[in-house]
């Protein structure tokens, strides 16, 4: 199966942006549903972004909408996040997800595959 390592974190100032990438080691890359996630200090884990085996096909969450853009290179095997007008309610630990999949359809649950997170932080 495909491991995950996300990169790009750091720490901006409120309307800064950020590029965050997750590296996968496998070769059957386009085969897997991917998706972004994250979980702030105190809070539940929450979907912010999901995006087909393709890349035609994304979901956003209402809270980033307009602001960020997932998006996949399947020829390199990485996965993406644009953040851009970053809020500090988007400080969060980041992580990467995937799911071995037959459809090029969205998911939004089931994800099995976890990359270790990097941290966001923006500060106001």
């Known amino acids: 199966q495909v491991q995950l390592v996300e990169s790009g974190g750091g720490l901006v100032q409120a309307g800064g942006s950020l590029r965050l990438s997750c590296a996968a080691s496998?070769?059957?890359?386009?085969?897997?549903?991917m998706g972004w996630f994250r979980q702030a200090p105190g809070k539940e884990r929450e979907i912010v972004a999901s995006?087909?085996?393709?890349?035609?096909?994304?979901d956003y969450a209402d809270s980033v909408k307009g602001r960020f853009t997932i998006s996949r290179v399947n020829a390199k095997s990485t996965m993406y996040l644009q953040m851009t007008n970053l809020k500090p309610e988007d400080t969060a630990v980041y992580y990467c997800?995937?799911?071995?999949?037959?459809?090029?359809?969205?998911?939004?649950?089931?994800?099995?595959?976890w990359g270790q997170g990097t941290q966001v932080t923006v500060s106001s």
């Open positions: 496998g070769r059957t890359f386009s085969r897997y549903a």
């Open positions: 997800a995937a799911r071995f999949v037959v459809a090029d359809a969205v998911l939004t649950s089931g994800f099995d595959l």
């Open positions: 995006i087909s085996r393709s890349g035609v096909n994304t």
